[in-house]
């Protein structure tokens, strides 16, 4: 399905098709560079469902073409300029008309068996939702080294798999979606109380293994391989979870370009 044709069906079923199955949450500050990528690779997984995926874009304080970009590809717009991805997120959740509810970061790809993997796994019965299998645009043994001393960060949060989360709008709204308190970490924090929440239903937290998420390793190459261990305070600051200071450093305040 090519942009132009996406473009139209995505305009009639936000506005007519009242039975939209997925909505799409991509949280967006200045992503000009690489938001297209991502919603090409949204349009792709979403051949199967014809009218029944919506992309919601969530503008975070962006100063160059993003919004113009979403506008081509008929995305929904919301705005939320906090400095803060849990109140971003829940944004983009707010305006959502989908059943199922899954979140990507604007410099991540999916794999086109993405969203049919994910209904998959839900219609089991078996999830609560969950993450999905990740693969780095690139590898280093920078990179390599990073995640192995993030393991600490991983244990605190029960192994919970992340990057993109997915699940019903239902079980998203029943744990009050994303923590608005935390800055840093939220997105573990997310999982992990998603796990508990399935746990009271006799449900599992999943992981696509079927399909996976290209992850961006923009930060990497802003900050270089190794930026973790120059700033081990990032990394107590991730463990801690809400470091005022060093979320604005690392994540909301960093320069794209």
């Known amino acids: 399905m090519n942009k132009e044709v996406f473009a139209i069906e995505n305009a009639l079923a936000t506005t007519i098709n009242k039975n939209i199955k997925f909505s799409i949450i991509i949280p967006a500050h200045n992503e000009e560079l690489l938001i297209g990528r991502c919603i090409d690779s949204i349009i792709a997984a979403s051949a199967p469902y014809k009218d029944q995926v919506e992309i919601i874009v969530v503008l975070n304080r962006c100063t160059d073409r993003t919004e113009e970009i979403a506008l081509s590809y008929h995305c929904i717009l919301v705005k939320e300029d906090s400095k803060n991805m849990s109140k971003i997120r829940n944004a983009g959740a707010k305006a959502a008309k989908g059943?199922?509810?899954?979140?990507?970061?604007?410099?991540?790809r999916i794999t086109d068996n993405m969203l049919t993997e994910i209904e998959k796994q839900l219609l089991t019965g078996i999830?609560?939702?969950?993450?999905?299998?990740?693969?780095?645009?690139?590898?280093?043994?920078?990179?390599?080294?990073?995640?192995?001393?993030?393991?600490?960060?991983?244990?605190?949060?029960?192994?919970?798999s992340a990057g993109l989360f997915w699940c019903y709008k239902k079980d998203f709204d029943a744990i009050n979606g994303f923590d608005e308190?935390?800055?840093?970490?939220?997105?573990?924090?997310?999982?992990?109380?998603?796990?508990?929440?399935?746990?009271?239903?006799?449900?599992?937290?999943?992981?696509?293994?079927?399909?996976?998420?290209?992850?961006?390793?923009?930060?990497?190459?802003?900050?270089?391989?190794?930026?973790?261990?120059?700033?081990?305070?990032?990394?107590?600051?991730?463990?801690?979870?809400?470091?005022?200071?060093?979320?604005d450093e690392f994540f909301y305040d960093i320069r794209r370009k």
């Open 99 to 108: 059943e199922i509810l899954v979140t990507i970061d604007a410099d991540n």
């Open 181 to 247: 308190n935390l800055r840093m970490g939220e997105d573990l924090d997310f999982g992990l109380r998603l796990k508990k929440w399935g746990k009271k239903y006799n449900k599992k937290y999943g992981t696509v293994t079927q399909a996976h998420m290209i992850t961006s390793c923009r930060k990497a190459d802003l900050l270089g391989d190794w930026a973790l261990f120059k700033n081990p305070r990032l990394l107590w600051g991730m463990l801690k979870g809400n470091v005022e200071s060093l979320a």
């Open 127 to 160: 999830y609560i939702g969950g993450g999905v299998n990740m693969k780095p645009e690139r590898v280093s043994l920078g990179i390599i080294a990073t995640v192995l001393i993030c393991i600490p960060f991983f244990i605190k949060y029960g192994f919970v």
